[in-house]
């Protein structure tokens, strides 16, 4: 089975500590999810998925960003066993106008979850990094 769909976000903020002072920057647009899953012999359900994210957004101080993303991610579900899901991903936030890089945002970010086979959740891990782009260190 693929999924292939369009969806509108507007997904709040994030704030860029890469300006000075720190911008909080508004998440809006849209995103494409194409998601391919497989059934093996056993009932179980394979899947992997790319997001696609093309977004402008606006700071409060009225500076203007676009959005360039990298994500993917793998769920695992085996019957009477629970499932498992790993999404990971790079959002970079280009300030435009800008005359140097050094205020882009750069996130990556990693999730695994873990859900037992009544479907609740029993481990979440949450790894994330956001890095200014062009500055040392």
Do not use: W
């Amino acid at each position: 089975m693929i999924v292939n769909e369009l969806v509108p976000i507007d997904s709040g903020t994030v704030l860029n500590t890469c300006t000075d002072p720190v911008e909080v920057v508004s998440i809006q647009g849209t995103q494409r999810l194409i998601i391919f899953t497989n059934v093996d012999a056993n009932g179980g359900s394979h899947s992997k998925g790319q997001i696609i994210l093309q977004a402008k957004c606006a700071s409060d101080s009225g500076a203007e960003y676009v959005i360039h993303n990298s994500v993917s991610s793998q769920a695992d579900f085996v019957p009477g066993e629970g499932s498992t899901l790993i999404f990971t991903g790079t959002v970079t936030f280009i300030r435009q106008g800008s005359e140097t890089p050094t205020d882009n945002l750069l996130v990556k970010e990693t999730n695994h979850v873990t859900t037992n086979a009544n479907g609740e959740v029993t481990s979440l891990i949450t790894e994330r990094e956001a890095v200014c782009q062009g500055k040392a260190g």
